[in-house]
């Protein structure tokens, strides 16, 4: 990671994403080098170069062109608009003028994410969930972004992301009447391709509430606030599980472990920890999340770090 100011800069690598990071100013060597290192990572765990999970759930597979997910962003600024109302009172003569300022939310980072789970950390106001939005391109339209921003050393659009990349939301927004099955079906039935079979639609949820660990409770509720359902975590686990359903290569999640007790925390960072490494049915699929306070179990779960303070990298 590379930032004008060296004294607010703190990158904490904790794998072997620290040899690309220091690349960055040469973003195509930096998009081979990894991609080599990700390859030989595969042919080291498989022994063939095979994905273990390939042949059992390939027929489901809505994305054929799968690739080792490389995003990269250089010179990102995101700066606050002048909204409308502030613009209509600059108008008013009686109304006392002044300038108004804008407000630097991220301050010219830049950096790689190449494979794995990574937390983004920092205090409240130093643009975690900015920095997350700006990814995931879902900012506001009150922002202004300057900077480059690729994936897989390609173009990085609305419609590209919506093909390979999911995000959950720190708050759950479920309909409570519906039990955990009729959830994730209603879901699948939104985003897999139309060429799906209702049976390849079923067993494609079946393999995601396995994977969550949420199939002992596929026939209750979620739940409402005057009647009970699932837990919190099993809350946190279904809104994941949605995402997984066309099986995204990039995955972002703001705050999944808040509202959550220790334990049921620590087990959750297990299951992503899990799917960024291939040890469950899903395929390897690359974890980004902003993360409050980790203890020390969860926070050595990560294999990459990246910490923020007042918009710096």
Not at 249 to 275: C, K, R, Y
Request: with cysteine.
């Amino acid at each position: 990671m590379n930032n004008q100011d060296p004294a607010q800069s703190t990158m904490i690598p904790i794998s072997i994403h620290n040899e690309a990071s220091e690349r960055i100013q040469s973003p195509l060597p930096l998009l081979s080098s990894v991609s080599m290192i990700a390859h030989q990572n595969r042919e080291e765990n498989t022994g063939t170069g095979v994905d273990p999970f390939q042949r059992h759930l390939s027929i489901l597979d809505p994305l054929s062109d799968r690739v080792s997910t490389i995003l990269v962003w250089k010179n990102l600024t995101v700066l606050t608009r002048e909204d409308k109302i502030t613009e209509f009172f600059q108008r008013i003569k009686c109304w006392k003028k002044f300038t108004p300022k804008r407000q630097c939310l991220l301050n010219n980072i830049s950096g790689a994410i190449t494979g794995g789970l990574w937390a983004v950390m920092g205090p409240s106001g130093s643009g975690k969930s900015t920095l997350l939005n700006t990814l995931a391109c879902r900012l506001d339209v009150n922002t202004i972004v300057q900077g480059q921003i690729s994936l897989n050393g390609g173009p990085y659009n609305n419609a590209e992301l919506k093909r390979i990349a999911g995000y959950v939301m720190q708050d759950d927004l479920l309909n409570g009447h519906l039990t955990v099955y009729e959830t994730l079906m209603y879901t699948a039935e939104l985003r897999l391709p139309r060429h799906f079979t209702r049976q390849q639609r079923e067993k494609r949820v079946q393999e995601v509430m396995f994977a969550m660990g949420i199939n002992h409770v596929k026939n209750v509720i979620v739940g409402t606030v005057l009647k009970k359902g699932i837990s919190g975590g099993e809350r946190k686990r279904l809104c994941v599980g949605m995402q997984l359903l066309n099986r995204p290569q990039l995955l972002f999640l703001d705050e999944p472990t808040s509202g959550l007790d220790s334990v049921t925390a620590l087990d959750l960072v297990h299951t992503f920890h899990s799917l960024a490494h291939g040890r469950s049915p899903e395929k390897v699929v690359t974890i980004v999340c902003s993360i409050h306070q980790p203890q020390s179990k969860i926070f050595y779960l990560f294999d990459s770090l990246i910490l923020l303070k007042q918009g710096n990298i």
